[in-house]
């Protein structure tokens, strides 16, 4: 089976820098991926990681270590519309694109 | 692009319905499509896979008897919740993947979702 496991919920600040956790445990690897979703509303796709490293794009990135099975995303300049559940979720070779979804972290922005 | 069309967005109906949920990929072809539930306050979890032209493959715990899925062809599943129940009540996402094809880099495309509510 697999592990994802994220914090339940966290508060930030307008304007502030939040980053968001997941580790997981899992065989075959083959990428991992983050969503963010506003309640009553399908996932969006944030932020892919397939390799080690840094991924940025605009005021959120995403970062990989394979090796520990850690994972975060970085939300910067926090407005209030961030506020939503962002879900990792990591995919496996074998397959045929099939994800298994984390625990999910509910952000609350704050003024 | 690859756009999915879930159909309906909400539906309410009396306890021993059934329901039956449409999910359309609009322009692709969706060789795969998954069928998810999420009760509030909680993440996506899969229910079944359907593979165009064969049987889904359910996970651990859910009825295949209860959940029926078809996917009869390449642009179109089906997920029918026979006699709905309260405990039904719930949100209920499909997505639409081709492996082996990402279209930026996404390898599922959602639907809306569809909240169900059983009275």
């Known amino acids: 089976g697999q592990n994802i496991d994220q914090p339940t919920e966290m508060t930030a600040t307008e304007g502030a820098i939040v980053q968001i956790n997941c580790t997981y445990q899992?065989?075959?690897?083959?990428?991992l991926f983050w969503y963010q979703q506003h309640a009553g509303e399908a996932p969006t796709f944030l932020s892919y990681n397939v390799l080690d490293g840094l991924e940025e794009k605009g005021r959120f990135s995403s970062f990989l270590s394979r090796s520990k099975g850690y994972s975060y995303l970085l939300l910067k300049e926090l407005q209030m519309k961030d506020s939503a559940s962002y879900l990792c979720a990591v995919l496996n070779t074998g397959t045929a694109s099939k994800l298994t979804f984390g625990t999910g972290t509910r952000l609350q922005v704050t003024l | 692009g690859a756009v999915v069309s879930q159909h309906p967005s909400r539906v309410i109906c009396k306890s021993g319905t059934s329901v039956k949920i449409e999910c359309r990929s609009l322009d692709f072809q969706a060789t795969t499509m998954f069928w998810y539930r999420q009760f509030p306050k909680q993440s996506l979890m899969l229910m079944a896979t359907?593979?165009?032209?064969?049987?889904?493959?359910?996970e651990q715990g859910v009825e295949k008897d209860k959940f029926l899925i078809n996917h009869a062809s390449l642009t179109l599943s089906t997920l029918t919740v026979t006699s709905a129940h309260p405990e039904d009540s719930s949100f209920y996402i499909c997505s639409a993947a081709t492996p082996g094809r990402r279209v930026g880099n996404q390898p599922q495309h959602f639907g809306d979702g569809t909240r169900l509510s059983i009275l």
């Open positions: 359907s593979n165009e032209g064969s049987k889904a493959t359910y």
């Open positions: 899992t065989s075959g690897f083959n990428g």
